[in-house]
């Protein structure tokens, strides 16, 4: 008699959303060039060249990547799609090097950008 195997997949635990209580809204922006690899959950905030980069201590946050990944090492700026509101996993989020995601709670608020660490 044979054997019958079926493979269901697995659950990934990490989510990146983590509630509906806010709608997940998105729209475009320019990303900036030569920033690298940048994934999914990349907040960005605006430069004066009214590009869009990966957010550090010294910038404000205003969206968070939606597409899962982008390398941004060309010469050209990209149209990406951003996340402009939302309730998204914090550890799905990301900063530059050196600053922490928790450091932009308040202006990610403001804009109707949440997170959960409980989730």
Do not use: C, P, W
Not at 9 to 16: A, K, L, M
Not at 49 to 57: I, P
Not at 92 to 106: I, M, Q, R, T
């Amino acid at each position: 008699m044979s054997e019958i195997k079926t493979d269901f997949g697995s659950i990934d635990n990490q989510s990146f959303f983590a509630g509906t209580e806010v709608s997940a809204l998105t729209t475009s922006v320019k990303l900036a060039s030569g920033q690298g690899v940048l994934r999914k959950g990349a907040l960005l905030g605006k430069a004066a060249d009214d590009t869009y980069k990966l957010v550090d201590a010294t910038a404000k946050a205003s969206f968070v990547l939606a597409a899962e990944t982008i390398d941004t090492d060309n010469d050209s700026e990209l149209d990406v799609v951003v996340y402009k509101t939302g309730i998204f996993n914090y550890s799905a989020l990301y900063v530059a090097e050196g600053d922490e995601v928790s450091a932009h709670k308040d202006e990610l608020r403001q804009l109707n950008i949440h997170y959960r660490t409980d989730y």
